[in-house]
């Protein structure tokens, strides 16, 4: 399954100020349902290859998983050699294509 997440990137005020982009809730669901038999890592987190698209020139690609939450939506953290190579900052609008892996 390949898919893209949309949307504003937020920095977690706690310790190490992680930066994420939330999932809607309807493609969080999405991915829930099509994953439900697949095994996943840690609590629940579902792992994938992300890629930036439309935002800098190098289009960066890395492993990770993404977090599920209590309110249902899952989040997907943007790691900080990613936001340097893409040029990205709280608040900046991005699109992020994954894959189930």
């Known amino acids: 399954m390949t898919f893209t997440i949309s949307g504003k990137v937020w920095r977690y005020e706690g310790t190490g ?3 994420f982009v939330y999932v ?3 493609l969080s669901q999405k991915i829930k349902d099509t994953t439900r038999n697949k095994k996943k890592v840690g609590f629940q987190f579902v792992r994938v290859k992300a890629t930036i698209i439309g935002s800098g020139v190098h289009k960066t690609s890395w492993n990770t998983t993404l977090f599920p939450t209590k309110d249902g939506p899952y989040l997907i953290a943007i790691k900080s050699d990613v936001r340097h190579k893409e040029d ?4 900046d609008s991005v699109k992020i294509n994954c894959t189930l892996l």
């Open 17 to 19: 100020g992680w930066y």
């Open 88 to 91: 990205i900052d709280d608040g």
């Open 24 to 26: 809607n809730k309807a």
